[in-house]
């Protein structure tokens, strides 16, 4: 067996011009999802791919009555998205001395590029500069899902075999909550381990947050604005209800502490209502994402305090009392944790250590993402290290450092033997 990094050096542009050639394949979400989402074609590149490298293939079309079943048993499901024409990749490259299994999981969906105007170059046409690779998913999550490719690659370029089963699985509808690795998980992949490849920031990360979207509608009454005692402001009526919720999120960060993760938290993200400045408003909404605590707090406690707060604000006002607001939820997922005391993580250490020269950080993640599925509903031990910087998500001008992706490639090929040991 060659030397990995000799190899790495030697094939960099081979590995580099994979990952282009991506990321010039536009394949973002429809509504978070919720419309659909333009993975095929992604897909397809990639189960091209990984079976010219020797994997056996499965392309998994994606299942309304799968996620269904999913959120029935598990309470982890987005239901009703757009399913057509999208479609799970399963890579399984088979070991040859009965080693440890290794599965890596990464999304092909982006999100949408509206803003293209503002990028220094068109989000799907790939551009280095500065040691930048440029692109529409880049950092979230590409860079990590070619990488975790590429891995087997270099050690099959180096003359190494594989000590365990390696299996690469590309998801769909990640970006609308997660239902690509739902469905990967319903049909019973597993492994002895898993690595999530969200960017990490050269960190490791051993727990994020669960989240949970709301909706609040209310009704006013309409007038005109000069006779505004005979009409009813649904904006005043849905700052009153915000301002009860801020109370709530203040008690939270007062009561809730984790070791590796911010304090929970309610942003209100969107807020519309009315018509005119002359008119009083006959209708408002808001939405908001709830942050919340793995461990500490579940999704359960999160939907009952948040109602009870709504309901609590509306009992307090005559309007409201007769004319409550109305409460839906749009997206949820849960929260994960991962000990620090396991052989992968420990083996995650190792690897690290001996190709950057210097311990690897542990830490938690405010983003959410598919490591909870892995963890909580497989049940397999899941890490999560990935090229990139989380800031770079969904952002304009989005980046990831070439030189974060080739050592991810080098770290995740090393993690392969020594987890196959």
Known sequence: MRELGEVLRENREVYIEALKRLLAIDTHDIGHGIQGGLEREGQEYMAELLSSMGAEVVRDPMREETIRECFERYEEGNLGHNQENRFNVYGTFKGTAGGRSLLFNGHIDVMPADEAE??????????IRDGRLYGRGAADMKAGL?????????????????PGDVIITSVCDEEGGGNGSMQAVMSGLTADGAVNCEPTDGKLILAHMGWVFFKVDFEGKACHSGEKKNGVSAIEKAIKVIGALNEMEHTWLLTYKHALLPAPSLNIGVISGGEAGSTVAGECSF?????????????GQVVREFTETVERAAKSDAWLESHPPVISIYQTGKGFEMEEAHPLVDAMKRVYEETKGTHIRVC??????????WRNIAGIP???FGPGRGSECHAVDEWVSVESY???ILIYAKLILEWGK
């Open 146 to 162: 070619m990488a975790s490719a590429m891995a087997v690659r270099l050690l099959k370029d180096a003359g190494c075999d594989l």
């Open 406 to 408: 080739l050592e991810a």
């Open 287 to 299: 939405s908001t994402c709830v942050h919340y605590l793995p461990g500490l707090m579940d999704q």
């Open 364 to 373: 938690g993640s405010p983003f959410g993402c598919d490591s909870r599925l």
């Open 118 to 127: 503002g990028w220094t170059s068109p989000p799907f046409r790939p551009e």
């Open 382 to 384: 899941v890490i999560q």
